[in-house]
Structure formats: structure tokens, C-alpha cells
């Protein structure tokens, strides 16, 4: 079945214990973006990658880090979680072409809390 | 800036009350517009892509059209279990833009 992972689905964690949530998509999926999601401001970007070892940031990239050495998976690093970091963070990816215009598939979401 | 708004922010429709929901869009040479369906705590999932103006997609009781400023997502009929919030992104070729989404309650 073709789908994208997420590991772990509910993480509860304190400030400044740095933490990884994986993303593994079994499309061959060039690109691959996270997302996390909050309460009246919707779906925001934080990274993306095109294809294996390029990654840019998206519109909220302060606090996270990524990397992309396979092409199956992009772990987002947060290397000292906040409570502002406390949200629901989505994992996705989507083939490339030359329009670009291509549906993203998302993972099940990682509910996370930092207290 | 490239911007898509959605309205209303919520919706409650009795069981068979058909309704649209809109996002309309402002994206320097659009490439797609995408309309999600997300259930609570799960992911997006895909519904529709549409291309160009006047392009029109089906499926099952839903009805997506899109025109150079806007998008519809028409519901027909709808049942209890087409609650859900759905999301539509506007991609330019450079960014794909989410709107809030609109929270669909549809009661018996």
C-alpha cells in the first residue's frame, strides 16, 4: 500500500530534550515536506526537500532541523524543544515533473507537546 | 503575496441540505488548486486537482469548479459521515498555499 509514516504518532516531551520524529514514504517520491498544523493558522511549512541531500526551508523553519540521506525518508530534528513547538506536525510527499502541479499525500500527523 | 482564503470558517448542514464552500485564491500563475478532506487528528487527504478555469471534478457527492479567481467544492446531499474540515492549496509553480479550512458538520 502506498502510504507515508510517521513515527511517533503522540510524542509528550520537556523543554530542551531534543527529539526526532521520522517520515518514511514508499512512493519514490521526490520531494518531501513537514508541515505542522496549529488551531486558526492552519497548515505551515517548516522544510521541504526536492530530492536526497537538498532541503530548503519553508515558512517556519526556526527551531527545526532536517536531513535527507535517502530518498524514502526525511526526519524533522528538533534539537530543543520549546512549548511553542507544541502541535500537530504532518509529513508529506508527491512526485516532481515538469508541471509540478502534483498531489501531495500526507502521513497520519504527530501530535506533539512540549510542557 | 500569495493568498487563498476559505469561507465560511464553519458550516452546519442538516442531512440532504446541499451548500458550497469557497477559497478563493490570489497566486501569480497558478499551476493546480487542490481541495483536501481532513478528518479530526489524521492527515489531509486528496480529493481533487483541478488545472485551469472552468475545469470541473466529481466524486460521488462532491463537485469541484474552479474559475480565475476561486474555487468551488459543492456538496450534494450531504450525509453525517462527509463531516470533516476541508482544506484547498493553491500551487504557483513555487509554493503550494493552504487556506484555513472549513469545518463541515453535517447532522442527521
Known amino acids: 500500500e502506498a502510504q507515508v509514516t510517521q513515527n511517533p504518532r503522540y510524542l509528550i516531551t520537556v523543554t530542551g530534550k531534543k527529539l526526532t520524529v521520522t517520515c518514511s514514504q514508499n512512493m519514490n517520491h521526490e520531494y518531501m515536506s513537514w508541515y505542522r498544523q496549529d488551531p486558526g493558522l492552519g497548515l505551515r511549512q517548516i522544510y521541504y526537500s526536492m530530492n536526497v541531500e537538498v532541503t530548503d526551508k519553508g515558512d517556519v523553519p526556526e527551531g527545526y532541523k532536517v536531513s535527507r540521506k535517502e530518498k524514502r525518508n526525511f526526519p524533522l530534528i528538533l534539537e530543543s524543544p520549546s512549548p511553542n513547538q507544541t502541535s500537530l506536525y504532518f509529513c508529506a510527499s508527491r512526485p516532481t515533473g515538469t508541471s509540478g502541479a502534483y498531489e501531495q499525500y500526507f502521513g497520519p500527523g504527530t501530535r506533539l507537546t512540549v510542557t | 503575496e500569495d493568498q487563498v482564503t476559505q469561507s465560511p470558517e464553519a458550516l452546519r448542514l442538516q442531512e440532504g441540505e446541499s451548500s458550497s464552500l469557497n477559497c478563493s485564491y490570489t497566486v501569480s500563475g497558478l499551476r493546480g488548486l487542490f481541495w483536501y478532506r481532513q478528518d479530526p487528528g489524521k492527515g489531509p487527504e486528496f480529493l481533487f486537482t483541478?488545472?485551469?478555469a472552468g475545469e470541473e471534478k466529481e466524486k460521488e457527492r462532491l463537485k469541484a469548479t474552479l474559475t480565475k479567481k476561486e474555487s468551488f467544492l459543492h456538496i450534494t446531499a450531504p450525509k453525517p459521515e462527509d463531516s470533516a474540515t476541508y482544506l484547498c492549496a493553491a500551487y504557483s509553480g513555487y509554493a503550494l498555499n493552504f487556506g484555513k479550512g472549513t469545518s463541515l458538520l453535517v447532522t442527521p
Open positions: 483541478l488545472y485551469s
